[in-house]
């Protein structure tokens, strides 16, 4: 058997193996989960003096629930959303992903994603199944911890 012959098939065998695997379970984010999540998350930050948004957002990057509070400016919404889409995306807190754009700026170009903090993933554990992203705090920092009292409100149910 020639050399591209046996690569041929070692490529046909390592491709049937991926084929058999079958259907795929994975663990996704519920409604009430991101709805319970976004209120608690916007409560905090109301709590705090801010008018904030807040997006949750499943393991796919498909809207689960979304508030925006009264008085809070136009462009929140949509960075809320930036935030929770670059958090499920890359699968880490939105400030680490500002630190990385900070060495390697290229990351900013990638579509819909934000270096912002305020978007932190939800994850069963090391299982990322959605992300949570607040905007209109006066600082990532800020919305980061409002968007940990998101998770935390529901950490008991992430199993």
């Known amino acids: ?61 498909t809207f689960k629930a979304g508030l925006r509070n009264d008085g809070a400016g136009l462009h929140t919404f949509d960075t809320a959303w930036k935030k929770a889409f670059t958090s499920a995306s890359i699968r880490i807190p939105t400030s680490t992903f500002a630190q990385r754009v900070q060495t390697a700026p290229g990351l900013a170009s990638i579509s819909g994603v934000i270096a912002l903090g305020g978007g932190l993933p939800i994850s069963v554990g090391n299982e990322v199944i959605g992300a949570i992203g607040v905007g ?24």
């Open 136 to 159: 209109g705090a006066p600082s990532g920092e800020a919305d980061e911890v409002c968007a940990k009292a998101g998770i935390d409100k529901i950490a008991d149910r992430l199993r």
């Open 1 to 61: 058997m020639t050399k591209l012959a046996r690569f041929s098939l070692a490529s046909l065998t390592a491709l049937g193996l991926a084929l058999a695997q079958g259907v795929l379970t994975e663990r996704n984010l519920s409604v009430a989960l991101a709805e319970e999540a976004a209120l608690a998350a916007m409560q905090k930050c109301q709590a705090d003096g801010y008018r904030v948004s807040v997006v949750v957002l499943d393991r796919g990057g």
